[in-house]
């Protein structure tokens, strides 16, 4: 078993929020480990995974489902919260008197002595722990994925020795509840604005992802965006992690920087230098999730010819900036990834050919005027989709002769096909929103966007 170094009043009683992913992680970890007697699993809605509630009935679970039985909530020794749990709630605060409350990613860093490379920052977050981990995989490091990535931190621990590195993506819903959370490196790739319908300010979201710095010590480090000016000029003497920026723009006398097709690495008393010739990922973005993923290999010893090697074999993640090919002249991007306005943007500017841009879903109370600009510059016809679409089309209304509903997928890949077959160009999926209007997650919606190509490019190629 393993040995729980508890820094919590741990009695009899825990309490799970959440049914979902890392929900049932958590309740797979509890029920094998024995460390309480009692595990309870709240959730909001009613479970209509039947076998699997019955399943974990069988093993001792108890099921609160909503209503009264959250206050139920009250009589445990601790509460481990999912990440999509929103405990900034005055429901919450009445039980947070009484029990401590934590997030899965706290709960899950009492169990290891591992090094821990965590990731946060509005855009980027996937790419760049899924790069991270790749480079020290293919360099001998024994490293494990998880996080925000879709992979439960607490799911992985067992698979964690006191040699390996965790690397994690973070979300700001993860960092609201932690401790003692503490990484070696910590990454803070950009911070614009998400997840307004969860925070009530800028300053509130971005304050959650400082928390990420909080308990580092002298001998961590702390990995930063020269260029975003909201993460440049925070107070950063109030952390005694060591700091290191990067820059896509500025030469830095002390950090990292691009000149010359190359990444320039100056700290740490050295002095090196990562060739950018045949990088696969594409755009200002990714340029941004390479130099922080250099910076935390170099940090961890990995020779700068090595890392170069790392970076031209990796391939990517799926749903970001994905190309689906070329349909005649007409190639469709998949970035269904693109859930705020910011990442839209950095896509929309990464193409210079005729485009067409596919907008909308959820909206999260993003400001889509920051698009107009590059709009108007850059792309032919914009397609509306979704609950936010109306929403989408009043702050764009200046440039409303680019605007066009549509009804799904389906329509918007063959009305975009057909408006630039003859000129060529490319069709754009970058949503701008959240996809649960109409789709399970981004990952569901990306899924369904090339479905439809796929069948464009049958009827095409069949006549």
Same mark, same amino acid.
């Given at each position: 078993?393993?040995?729980?170094?508890? &820094?919590?009043?741990?009695?009899?009683?825990?309490?799970?929020?959440?049914?979902?992913? #890392?929900?049932?992680?958590?309740?797979?970890?509890?029920?094998?480990?024995?460390?309480?007697?009692?595990?309870?699993?709240?959730?909001?809605?009613?479970?209509?995974?039947?076998?699997?509630?019955?399943?974990?009935?069988?093993?001792?679970?108890?099921?609160?489902?909503?209503?009264?039985?959250?206050?139920?909530?009250?009589?445990?020794?601790?509460?481990?919260?999912?990440?999509?749990?929103?405990?900034?709630?005055?429901?919450?605060?009445?039980?947070?008197?009484?029990?401590?409350?934590?997030?899965?990613?706290?709960?899950?860093?009492?169990?290891?002595?591992?090094?821990?490379?965590?990731?946060?920052? #509005?855009?980027?977050?996937?790419?760049?722990?899924?790069?991270?981990?790749?480079?020290?995989?293919?360099?001998?490091?024994?490293?494990?994925?998880?996080?925000?990535?879709?992979?439960?931190?607490?799911?992985?621990?067992?698979?964690?020795?006191?040699?390996?590195?965790?690397?994690?993506?973070?979300?700001?819903?993860?960092?609201?509840?932690?401790?003692?959370?503490?990484?070696?490196?910590?990454?803070?790739?950009?911070?614009?604005?998400?997840?307004?319908? &969860?925070?009530?300010?800028?300053?509130?979201?971005?304050? #959650?992802?400082?928390?990420?710095?909080?308990?580092?010590?002298?001998?961590?480090?702390?990995?930063?965006?020269?260029? %975003?000016?909201?993460?440049?000029? +925070?107070?950063?003497?109030?952390?005694?992690?060591?700091?290191?920026?990067?820059?896509?723009?500025?030469?830095?006398?002390?950090?990292?920087?691009?000149?010359?097709?190359?990444?320039?690495?100056?700290?740490?008393?050295?002095?090196?230098?990562?060739?950018?010739?045949?990088?696969?990922?594409?755009?200002?973005?990714?340029?941004?999730?390479?130099?922080?993923?250099?910076?935390?290999?170099?940090?961890?010893?990995?020779?700068?010819?090595?890392?170069?090697?790392?970076?031209?074999?990796?391939?990517?993640?799926?749903?970001?900036?994905?190309?689906?090919?070329?349909?005649?002249?007409?190639?469709?991007?998949? %970035?269904?990834?693109?859930?705020?306005?910011?990442?839209?943007?950095?896509?929309?500017?990464?193409?210079?050919?005729?485009?067409?841009?596919?907008?909308?879903?959820?909206?999260?109370?993003? %400001?889509?005027?920051?698009?107009?600009?590059?709009?108007?510059? &850059?792309?032919?016809?914009?397609?509306?989709?979704?609950?936010?679409?109306? #929403?989408?089309?009043?702050?764009?209304?200046?440039?409303?002769?680019?605007?066009?509903?549509?009804? %799904?997928?389906?329509?918007?890949?063959?009305?975009? +096909?057909?408006?630039?077959?003859?000129?060529?160009?490319?069709?754009?999926?970058?949503?701008?929103?959240?996809?649960?209007?109409?789709?399970?997650?981004?990952?569901?919606?990306?899924?369904?966007?090339?479905?439809?190509?796929?069948?464009?490019?049958?009827?095409?190629?069949?006549?």
């Amino acid at each position: 078993m393993v040995k729980f170094k508890s &820094r919590f009043n741990l009695k009899e009683r825990v309490g799970v929020v959440g049914f979902g992913k #890392t929900g049932k992680a958590l309740l797979d970890f509890l029920i094998e480990k024995g460390i309480f007697k009692n595990i309870f699993l709240y959730n909001d809605s009613v479970i209509n995974e039947v076998k699997s509630k019955e399943n974990y009935i069988k093993k001792g679970i108890t099921f609160l489902i909503k209503g009264d039985d959250f206050s139920k909530l009250e009589e445990m020794d601790l509460i481990i919260l999912s990440p999509g749990i929103n405990a900034r709630t005055e429901r919450f605060n009445k039980i947070r008197e009484k029990v401590k409350i934590v997030s899965e990613i706290e709960f899950a860093s009492t169990f290891i002595n591992s090094k821990i490379i965590a990731v946060t920052g #509005t855009n980027g977050k996937s790419t760049t722990v899924s790069l991270i981990h790749h480079i020290l995989k293919n360099n001998g490091v024994k490293s494990v994925l998880a996080g925000n990535i879709g992979i439960p931190f607490i799911s992985q621990i067992n698979d964690i020795s006191n040699d390996s590195v965790v690397v994690l993506e973070v979300s700001s819903f993860q960092l609201e509840e932690i401790v003692g959370f503490r990484p070696y490196i910590a990454i803070l790739l950009n911070v614009t604005p998400d997840h307004l319908d &969860r925070y009530s300010c800028m300053e509130d979201y971005f304050s #959650t992802k400082l928390n990420i710095f909080g308990n580092q010590k002298e001998n961590d480090y702390m990995i930063l965006n020269y260029n %975003d000016h909201l993460i440049r000029n +925070y107070r950063y003497r109030l952390y005694e992690a060591k700091k290191v920026f990067f820059s896509i723009k500025e030469v830095l006398e002390d950090g990292a920087f691009v000149r010359d097709n190359y990444i320039h690495l100056d700290f740490m008393s050295k002095e090196d230098r990562v060739s950018l010739d045949r990088v696969p990922l594409k755009g200002i973005h990714n340029l941004e999730n390479i130099l922080s993923s250099v910076i935390a290999a170099r940090i961890m010893g990995i020779k700068p010819e090595n890392i170069q090697k790392s970076i031209k074999d990796f391939k990517g993640l799926a749903h970001r900036m994905e190309s689906l090919g070329k349909i005649g002249k007409v190639e469709f991007i998949n %970035d269904s990834k693109a859930t705020n306005i910011d990442a839209t943007l950095k896509s929309i500017n990464s193409i210079d050919e005729n485009m067409i841009l596919i907008l909308g879903n959820k909206d999260k109370g993003g %400001d889509f005027k920051l698009l107009e600009n590059s709009i108007k510059k &850059r792309v032919y016809k914009v397609f509306l989709i979704g609950s936010a679409a109306h #929403t989408i089309y009043n702050q764009l209304i200046n440039i409303k002769e680019k605007l066009n509903f549509v009804e %799904d997928f389906n329509e918007a890949v063959i009305r975009g +096909y057909n408006l630039l077959k003859e000129k060529g160009g490319k069709v754009l999926l970058a949503p701008g929103c959240a996809s649960f209007d109409m789709f399970d997650n981004f990952e569901h919606r990306g899924e369904v966007f090339k479905k439809e190509v796929i069948l464009l490019r049958d009827r095409v190629k069949n006549g």
